[in-house]
Every structure is written in structure tokens, then in C-alpha cells.
């Protein structure tokens, strides 16, 4: 069911629960003052027709009848019995026996004062009269012709009431719920309008500051994510084709210049050798997106294992030396490190030294020296590897644009490279829990530091 018909339909329950109860209430009230009311003008009638008949010795049934049937405000219908104390009637203006009145009753009337008792048509009011000797049980009925035609109005001007108030009840409150739900309506019927080719689109927020424009400015935030995502997703594709189109280029060619003619075996051997090269670049980059893709996708964590990060270093060192002979690494181990427990993390081995190589390589790359500094140290919580060099530095303002894939700092166009490594760190430290900070500067140095929660913490991760 819509909320809007749901709103309407439990507004309208709860008004008219309300309305009954106040209704019945008034009703009921109205009831007992009507019905309090007549039993006191029976007593007072009562009491005056039982005194008149023995305070006044001139006065007896007969004459009473005749004073009583000629009297104006005789109520509706009225019957009064009188009963001696032998229980035989001693004054009834109950010609043809229309009351129902027991020597039970009679015995209660003297036993418990005034009862109260309805016989259809009548009321009937007993009450014990005591005077001069005289121990009498009176009894006065009628009809309360008007009290019960003033509440029978009460009762249909009531239920009219409460219909009519229902009736607008439901038509204020659909109005109320189709206006306060609105801005909800609004907001579906321009999100339904959003998609790849507007993806810029944003919901209006409106002026307000409640849930509703805290939707919108959610679903805003929402499109902003989805947006870069997917801007950053279409730059990926367009950087990746054109990092692999460049050196099928530069093979291309390589290859047309050496057709072009015959050439000796040395131009052959070289030539080789130098599109060897090229295609071990190649697949340089192709193994590094492929992991890029990997990582930014669910890599599965369940594949970790426990790794001595100083092991991975070492192996990190030797696949570069072995490719670079003429770059320096130096390892260093804080004298807190003093057993291989705090040098231990859970992670996947092949990402984290994908990471290690990366950040040792760009260290040893942007440095005239080709020298970097690896400082392994820890505190209680954390194992710290922080990759320094006395190298070109990365320009402030360029700072946090370097882990955006395929980005290099204008500082290092002259170097070679892809931009891949940076991204694919961040993303491979992200995927292990831990922290990566850059410092630098321009000329000077660099230093990045990466944080990893110590395989006993490695449940927690940092972000
Ligand atoms: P690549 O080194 O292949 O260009 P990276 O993603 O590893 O790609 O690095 C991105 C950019 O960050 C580099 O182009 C460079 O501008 C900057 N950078 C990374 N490491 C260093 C460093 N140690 N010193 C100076 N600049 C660096």
C-alpha cells in the first residue's frame, strides 16, 4: 500500500477512536445527569403525595386522585403506589395495574431506603416515607418522555457529527499526506530522469534542513561517488589502451625500419634485443593493470596469509638489483624490532611486494644518487616501513593527485614510467588495512610511509 493511503488510513483510525471515545463519553454523561435528574422530581413527587396524604387528615385517596389527575405538572405517564406497613395499597393512581411491584420489592424498599428500577415504559423510583407513625412504602413511576427525546437527538446529532468528521478527516488527511510526502515524489521523479548521459544531473536539495533535503543531498552525495567512479573508470580505459598502444607503437615501427631492408646480423641482434626490451615493458604494464583491475575489485581476503614483511623487502631488493644493478637499497631495522613476531602482518604476498618494489623502485628512479633508505620500525599497534631518497621531490600541489592512476608530476615527464605503481599501492595497502603518508620535497626528497596493523592486530583494520 502507498505510504500516502497508509498515513490517511491510520490518521483517520486514530480520530476516529478519539472522537468515539469523547463522543460516548459525552453521550453517557448526558445519560446519568437525565437519568439522575428524573429519579430526584420522582422523589420529590413521591415524598409531596405521601405527605399530603397523611399530614393533612382532610385530605384522603380519593380527594388526592382527584387533586393529583388535574394536576399541571404531573410528569409523563405517572403512577404513584402507596403501601401501609401491612404491604396493602393505601393510595394508587395505577387504574389498570401497569406497574409490576412485588411484596419482594415492597420488603427491599423497606429494608434498603430508595431503589431505583426501569419497568418499560416506566421508571420507577421506591422510597421508604416515615412520619407520625406512619411507615410507608411509596413507589412513583414515569416516563421521561423528553429526557429520553433529548437524548435520542444527542445520539443522532453525535453520530451525525462523527460521520461528517470522518468524511473531512479523510479528504484533509489524504491532502495533508499527498503534500507532506511531495518532496518524496519530486525527488523520484528526478531521479528517474538521471542516467549515463546526465550522470552530472543532481536532485534540488531545496532550502530546508529536514530528512527530505537530507535524502536528497544524500542521493547527491550518492551521484557525486558514482559520477567520479565512473569518470575515473572511463580515463582508465582511455590511459590503459593508450600506456599499451605506445610501445606496440614504438615495436611496430622497430619492426617496419628493420623489413625495410637487408641488415647485417649485429643491426639484427640489436634490434631484438631492444624490442625484448620493449616487450618486457609491455608486459610490465599489462601485469600491473591487471593487478590494478584486481585490487580494485574484491580481492579476496580470505586468500591471506601471515608474511614476514622483512622477507618481502629483501626479495623486493633482489628483483630490482637484478634488473638495476647500478640502484642502492639499504635496509634498516629499529632496535624495537626485536622479535620476528612485530615484523609479521597478514596479507597477500604477492601484492605487498608488488607495493615494496614499487615504492623502492620510484625511490631509487627520482634520485640522481639511485639510492633508497628502508627504515622498518614499529609501535604497539603497527609495523612502520617508511621508503626514503635525497631525489626530485613531488611538487606540493601534485601531491595527492599521484595515486590517481596514470597521473605523473610534471617534475618527472623526463623519467621514465606509466603512473600505474602509485594507485596500485595505495589500492594493495587499502586492501591490507593499513595507512600510506607522503612527504616531500621538491629537490630535497621524498618519504613514504606505510603503515600495516602487526599480524596480532590485524583484525582492526585502519580505515
Ligand atoms: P611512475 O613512477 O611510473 O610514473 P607511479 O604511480 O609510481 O608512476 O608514480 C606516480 C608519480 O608520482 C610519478 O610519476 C612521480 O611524479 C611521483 N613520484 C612517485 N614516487 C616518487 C619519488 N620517490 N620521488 C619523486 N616523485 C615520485
Given at each position: 500500500?502507498?505510504?500516502?493511503?497508509?498515513?490517511?488510513?491510520?490518521f483517520?483510525?486514530i480520530?476516529?477512536?478519539?472522537?468515539?471515545?469523547?463522543?460516548?463519553?459525552i453521550y453517557?454523561l448526558f445519560?446519568?445527569?437525565?437519568?439522575?435528574?428524573?429519579?430526584?422530581r420522582?422523589?420529590?413527587?413521591?415524598t409531596?403525595?405521601?405527605?399530603?396524604?397523611?399530614?393533612f387528615?382532610e385530605i384522603d385517596?380519593?380527594?388526592?386522585?382527584?387533586?393529583?389527575?388535574?394536576?399541571?405538572?404531573?410528569?409523563?405517564?405517572?403512577?404513584?403506589?402507596?403501601y401501609?406497613?401491612?404491604?396493602?395499597?393505601?393510595?394508587?393512581?395505577?387504574?389498570?395495574l401497569?406497574?409490576?411491584?412485588s411484596t419482594a420489592?415492597i420488603?427491599n424498599?423497606?429494608?434498603?431506603g430508595?431503589?431505583h428500577?426501569?419497568?418499560?415504559?416506566?421508571?420507577i423510583?421506591?422510597?421508604?416515607?416515615?412520619?407520625?407513625?406512619?411507615?410507608l412504602?411509596?413507589f412513583?413511576a414515569?416516563?421521561?418522555?423528553?429526557g429520553?427525546?433529548k437524548l435520542k437527538?444527542?445520539r443522532?446529532i453525535?453520530?451525525?457529527?462523527?460521520?461528517?468528521?470522518?468524511?473531512?478527516?479523510f479528504?484533509a488527511g489524504?491532502?495533508?499526506?499527498t503534500?507532506a510526502l511531495?518532496?518524496?515524489?519530486?525527488?523520484?521523479?528526478q531521479?528517474e530522469?538521471i542516467?549515463?548521459?546526465n550522470?552530472?544531473?543532481?536532485?534540488?536539495?531545496?532550502?530546508g534542513?529536514?530528512?527530505?533535503t537530507?535524502l536528497?543531498?544524500?542521493?547527491?552525495?550518492m551521484?557525486?561517488r558514482?559520477?567520479i567512479a565512473f569518470l575515473?573508470q572511463?580515463?582508465?580505459?582511455?590511459n590503459?589502451?593508450?600506456?599499451l598502444?605506445?610501445?606496440?607503437?614504438v615495436i611496430?615501427?622497430?619492426?617496419?625500419?628493420?623489413?625495410?631492408?637487408?641488415r647485417?646480423?649485429?643491426d639484427y641482434?640489436?634490434?631484438i634485443?631492444?624490442l625484448?626490451d620493449d616487450i618486457?615493458?609491455?608486459?610490465q604494464i599489462?601485469?600491473?593493470?591487471l593487478?590494478?583491475?584486481?585490487?580494485?575489485?574484491e580481492?579476496?581476503?580470505?586468500?591471506f596469509e601471515?608474511?614476514?614483511i622483512?622477507?618481502?623487502?629483501?626479495?623486493?631488493?633482489?628483483?630490482?638489483?637484478?634488473r638495476?644493478?647500478?640502484y642502492?637499497?639499504?635496509?634498516?631495522?629499529s632496535?624495537?624490532i626485536d622479535n620476528e613476531d612485530?615484523?609479521t602482518?597478514?596479507?597477500?604476498e604477492l601484492?605487498?611486494?608488488?607495493a615494496?618494489?614499487n615504492l623502492?623502485?620510484?625511490?631509487?628512479k627520482y634520485?640522481d644518487d639511485h639510492?633508497?633508505?628502508?627504515n622498518l620500525?614499529?609501535?604497539?599497534?603497527?609495523?612502520?616501513?617508511?621508503?626514503?631518497d635525497?631525489?626530485?621531490g613531488?611538487p606540493?600541489e601534485?601531491?595527492?593527485?599521484?595515486?590517481q592512476?596514470f597521473?605523473r608530476?610534471?617534475n618527472a615527464?623526463r623519467?621514465?614510467?606509466?603512473?600505474?605503481g602509485?594507485?596500485?599501492?595505495?589500492?594493495?595497502i587499502?586492501l591490507h588495512g593499513g595507512?600510506?603518508?607522503v612527504t616531500?620535497?621538491?629537490?630535497?626528497g621524498?618519504?613514504i610511509?606505510?603503515?600495516?596493523?602487526s599480524?596480532?592486530?590485524?583484525?582492526?583494520p585502519h580505515?
Amino acid at each position: 500500500m502507498e505510504i500516502r493511503k497508509r498515513l490517511s488510513y491510520q490518521f483517520i483510525a486514530i480520530f476516529a477512536l478519539i472522537l468515539f471515545i469523547s463522543f460516548l463519553t459525552i453521550y453517557l454523561l448526558f445519560a446519568s445527569i437525565r437519568k439522575a435528574d428524573f429519579y430526584d422530581r420522582l422523589g420529590s413527587k413521591a415524598t409531596m403525595v405521601a405527605q399530603m396524604l397523611i399530614e393533612f387528615d382532610e385530605i384522603d385517596a380519593e380527594l388526592l386522585k382527584r387533586i393529583e389527575s388535574n394536576n399541571p405538572l404531573s410528569l409523563p405517564n405517572e403512577k404513584i403506589v402507596i403501601y401501609d406497613n401491612q404491604d396493602h395499597i393505601l393510595y394508587s393512581t395505577d387504574y389498570i395495574l401497569q406497574l409490576n411491584i412485588s411484596t419482594a420489592l415492597i420488603k427491599n424498599v423497606r429494608l434498603n431506603g430508595d431503589i431505583h428500577l426501569s419497568q418499560y415504559p416506566f421508571e420507577i423510583l421506591g422510597q421508604f416515607y416515615t412520619s407520625n407513625n406512619a411507615r410507608l412504602v411509596v413507589f412513583a413511576a414515569a416516563t421521561d418522555i423528553f429526557g429520553l427525546r433529548k437524548l435520542k437527538r444527542l445520539r443522532l446529532i453525535l453520530l451525525f457529527v462523527f460521520i461528517l468528521s470522518l468524511v473531512i478527516v479523510f479528504f484533509a488527511g489524504r491532502i495533508f499526506a499527498t503534500r507532506a510526502l511531495q518532496p518524496i515524489s519530486d525527488i523520484m521523479t528526478q531521479a528517474e530522469t538521471i542516467g549515463v548521459s546526465n550522470l552530472d544531473s543532481r536532485i534540488d536539495e531545496g532550502p530546508g534542513n529536514d530528512e527530505l533535503t537530507q535524502l536528497a543531498r544524500t542521493f547527491n552525495r550518492m551521484l557525486d561517488r558514482l559520477e567520479i567512479a565512473f569518470l575515473t573508470q572511463k580515463n582508465f580505459i582511455a590511459n590503459a589502451s593508450h600506456e599499451l598502444r605506445t610501445p606496440l607503437t614504438v615495436i611496430t615501427g622497430q619492426l617496419e625500419v628493420i623489413l625495410m631492408k637487408e641488415r647485417s646480423n649485429d643491426d639484427y641482434r640489436n634490434t631484438i634485443l631492444s624490442l625484448l626490451d620493449d616487450i618486457k615493458n609491455l608486459n610490465q604494464i599489462s601485469n600491473r593493470l591487471l593487478l590494478l583491475a584486481q585490487t580494485s575489485s574484491e580481492f579476496p581476503e580470505t586468500g591471506f596469509e601471515q608474511i614476514r614483511i622483512d622477507d618481502t623487502i629483501w626479495q623486493a631488493r633482489n628483483e630490482i638489483l637484478k634488473r638495476q644493478n647500478q640502484y642502492s637499497i639499504r635496509v634498516h631495522f629499529s632496535e624495537e624490532i626485536d622479535n620476528e613476531d612485530k615484523l609479521t602482518v597478514t596479507g597477500s604476498e604477492l601484492l605487498l611486494r608488488t607495493a615494496m618494489l614499487n615504492l623502492i623502485d620510484n625511490g631509487c628512479k627520482y634520485s640522481d644518487d639511485h639510492t633508497v633508505d628502508v627504515n622498518l620500525s614499529n609501535n604497539d599497534e603497527e609495523l612502520i616501513i617508511r621508503f626514503s631518497d635525497k631525489g626530485i621531490g613531488i611538487p606540493g600541489e601534485e601531491m595527492e593527485l599521484i595515486f590517481q592512476p596514470f597521473y605523473r608530476a610534471n617534475n618527472a615527464k623526463r623519467i621514465k614510467g606509466h603512473g600505474i605503481g602509485l594507485s596500485l599501492v595505495e589500492k594493495i595497502i587499502a586492501l591490507h588495512g593499513g595507512v600510506i603518508d607522503v612527504t616531500s620535497v621538491i629537490d630535497k626528497g621524498t618519504e613514504i610511509s606505510i603503515r600495516l596493523s602487526s599480524s596480532k592486530n590485524s583484525m582492526k583494520p585502519h580505515r
